[in-house]
């Protein structure tokens, strides 16, 4: 994988100026997310007016708001239903979708699973942080096992979601997962994310530290963030000898990728093979 | 000739169809090239034809996986600037609600046809109902204005299907079309003319990006709309904005942007606004109806008119924004008014609001069988000769 550095990128044209300061608490990884977002799209090329984002609810889906983008902020878990009727509306527009956990899996979890069966053009990046932030810290779908919440007092006792088996499972064109340490390679994962000709999930490991973190004594952000670094095993390494001593092995990378037809445009096929019939 | 051939080049033929299909061919002949649905009874006629017909006018036709999403993405294609429609039926309306709150606030023209059968919940999916009438105003949760037409004919939910396009483009603004199984299933003798209709286009956006604020209301309170693609590179939420289409929470911003929301339909009144009045200039009982009920009473007032008895019906077209001065003044010879409906008050507690001091008697049958005519001109009989 290519390791560049951002020289010729400034994240500030990217941005919607006006819209600074950003409401994120200090520490949260979402920021790191958005920029490693704008900086695969810098990256691509993609024509800004050409861009669209649709975002849900939640700490993610307020991050559309920043991007000087045509940006849609639209109801809690429904941005990938919103993005289809946009994207087989308006196939000349790219469509990237930014979710959350509880967005995308709990309230949203039926559209984020018939979006990765349909294999329509589009970009999901869901950022997990383990929790709903904005409503206060309540436990999410993938809020991992004992964590304590203000709804999980007695430590979580659900299993917790893996969305990325999930989406590939559910037939997604591209599946990717990748920590916010690696902000090169999170980048480039979502540039292979903006690349797929169908449906691409992408899921950031992000960290709350404000309320998650400090809710379960993890430390500082930078101590959250090499903790993920840590817990990881990148598909690139599969085979490599120091797999069986880490603990905890979190698979990142690209994850899953198959070549199903795009659905946007086998559609436009058969009807245009049927209006030929005819 | 089929009638798709009709409702494209204007070459206008009689057709024997249903209230269902005679929509999907109103809808296709309003420019509408985008349906998104979810299989309901007794609606799913509607997306089986677009289903079939959407392709051929190079639109799109998808079956979501739910209610919610078809709405999610109806609006969805309409934020990317093409006419758009869903068609539901009463549990389906309830799931749509949130994001028909959605289109209101933000501003997104969208059609949603309602097909009405008996409640609540599950209910009776084969049977009528006219029990919806409130939901469809005040369905989803806060303050907004909304549109609503009440065809009564298979004819009739052919042309209000196109004014639903035209009110929801030229307004921006969610419509509902709202009729009853009965009309939806019923087959009559439709003349297709639609396409000679002058479809009304959106206010677009133009001008330099600087000056372009996306909820300015201008002179007619209707923003012009920005759409994706030409360079305006706006924000749309369904969090409380201000102008510049950005959230905001500032009291004097919040109250500017809602005000002109709540007046935008009231300006334009006279575009909205529809509704028939048959034999009231000297009724002493004015019947008030909808749909099959004013089928049903339109049959009565003329068997009650051969007795020599004066009685009208007054037929809300759009019922919400209710036509109240017109119902006032159909009614203003009334001693008695008689509202006959398929549910157990919804029509007669609009109408005792306009029409306070007037005697409002209900005709209310909710057991799933439509009102007869025989019924309403008993009762119609009994208050003209009481009156």
Redesign the interface.
């Known amino acids: 994988m290519l390791i560049d550095t951002a020289a010729d990128f400034d994240v500030r044209d990217y941005l919607?100026k006006?819209?600074m300061p950003h409401f994120l608490c200090p520490g949260c990884g979402h920021g790191i997310a958005l920029r490693a977002l704008l900086w695969a799209i810098h990256d691509l090329g993609l024509d800004?007016?050409?861009l669209?984002v649709?975002s849900g609810i939640g700490c993610a889906g307020r991050l559309?708001?920043y991007i000087?983008?045509?940006?849609?902020?639209?109801?809690h878990g429904?941005p990938l239903?919103?993005?289809?009727?946009?994207?087989?509306?308006?196939p000349?527009?790219h469509v990237v979708v930014i979710t959350g956990d509880g967005d995308c899996l709990a309230i949203g979890g039926?559209?984020l699973?018939?979006a990765c069966r349909r294999n329509l053009k589009l970009t999901c990046l869901m950022l997990n942080n383990e929790v709903y932030g904005m409503t206060g810290g309540q436990v999410s779908p993938t809020t991992s096992e004992t964590r304590l919440t203000t709804t999980t007092p007695l430590g979580n006792q659900e299993p917790h979601f893996d969305a990325c088996a999930l989406a590939t499972a559910a037939g997604a064109g591209f599946v990717g997962r990748e920590v916010t340490h690696h902000v090169p390679k999170l980048k480039e994962l979502i540039k292979a994310g903006l690349e797929h000709p169908g449906f691409a999930f992408v899921e950031v490991q992000s960290d709350c530290t404000e309320i998650f973190g400090r809710k379960n004594d993890m430390g500082s952000s930078s101590e959250m963030i090499m903790r993920q670094k840590s817990e990881i095993r990148p598909s690139a390494y599969l085979d490599t000898v120091d797999t069986p001593f880490r603990s905890n092995a979190l698979p990142t990378g690209i994850l899953a990728r198959n070549d199903r037809p795009e659905y946007g445009a086998t559609?436009r096929r058969?009807?245009a093979a049927?209006?030929g019939a005819? | 000739m089929n009638a798709i051939d009709t409702a494209l080049t204007g070459k206008s033929a009689v057709k024997l169809i249903s209230g269902n299909h005679a929509c999907a061919l109103g809808a296709i002949a309003a420019g509408c090239?985008?349906f998104?649905g979810y299989p309901i009874t007794p609606s799913s006629e509607i997306a089986e034809r677009l289903a079939r017909q959407l392709?051929?006018v190079?639109g799109?036709f998808?079956q979501?996986?739910?209610e919610?999403?078809?709405m999610?993405?109806?609006?969805?294609?309409?934020?990317?600037?093409?006419k758009?429609m869903t068609a539901t039926s009463g549990p389906g309306f309830s799931l749509k609600q949130?994001?028909i709150g959605?289109a209101a606030g933000a501003e997104i023209p969208c059609v949603i046809v309602n097909v009405m059968r008996g409640g609540p919940s599950t209910g009776m999916p084969t049977r009528p109902s006219q029990a919806d009438i409130m939901q469809a105003r005040w369905g989803s949760h806060g303050d907004y204005p909304i549109i609503v037409l009440t065809p009564a004919s298979v004819g009739e939910i052919y042309s209000e299907t196109l004014r639903a396009f035209d009110l929801a483009e030229r307004c921006r603004t969610p419509v509902v079309l709202l009729y009853d199984q009965v009309i939806a299933q019923l087959s009559e003798t439709v003349a297709l003319d639609g396409a000679g209709h002058a479809s009304a286009t959106r206010k677009w956006a133009s001008g330099p990006r600087a000056a372009y604020q996306p909820y300015d209301g201008g002179s007619d309170a209707i923003p012009a709309m920005?759409r994706?693609?030409?360079?305006?590179?706006?924000?749309?939420?369904?969090?409380t904005h201000s102008e510049s289409g950005?959230?905001t929470q500032q009291p004097e911003a919040v109250t500017r942007n809602l005000s002109r929301l709540f007046s935008k339909l009231e300006r334009h009144r006279d575009l909205i606004d529809s509704s028939e009045a048959l034999h009231c200039d000297d009724a002493d009982v004015v019947i008030v109806a909808i749909g099959i009920s004013a089928r049903a009473a339109t049959r009565a007032v003329e068997q009650c008119r051969a007795q020599g008895l004066r009685v009208g019906l007054f037929r809300p077209i759009t019922f919400w924004p209710f036509p109240e001065k017109q119902l006032r003044q159909a009614a203003a010879k009334a001693r008695a008014v008689l509202v006959p409906e398929m549910n157990t008050g919804q029509l007669r507690l609009v109408v005792e609001r306009v029409l306070a001091g007037v005697a409002v008697e209900g005709l209310h049958l909710f057991s799933g069988e439509a009102i007869t005519p025989s019924d309403i001109a008993a009762r119609a009989t009994a208050l003209a000769r009481g009156a």
């Not at chain 1, 000087?68 to 109801?75: L, Y």
């Not at chain 2, 994706?228 to 749309?236: E, Q, S």
Request: aromatic letters at 8%; hydrophobic letters at 40%.
């Open positions: 919607r006006e819209m800004k007016d050409r669209a649709v559309s708001a000087d983008a045509n940006t849609f902020h639209v109801t429904r239903a919103y993005a289809t009727g946009l994207a087989l509306a308006r000349d527009l039926n559209h699973i018939h559609y058969a009807a049927r209006k005819s | 090239r985008f998104a392709s051929e190079d799109v998808v979501m996986e739910d919610i999403a078809s999610a993405a109806v609006i969805g294609a309409s934020m990317g600037g093409v758009a949130e994001n959605y920005a994706p693609g030409d360079g305006y590179r706006t924000h749309t939420t369904g969090l950005f959230p």
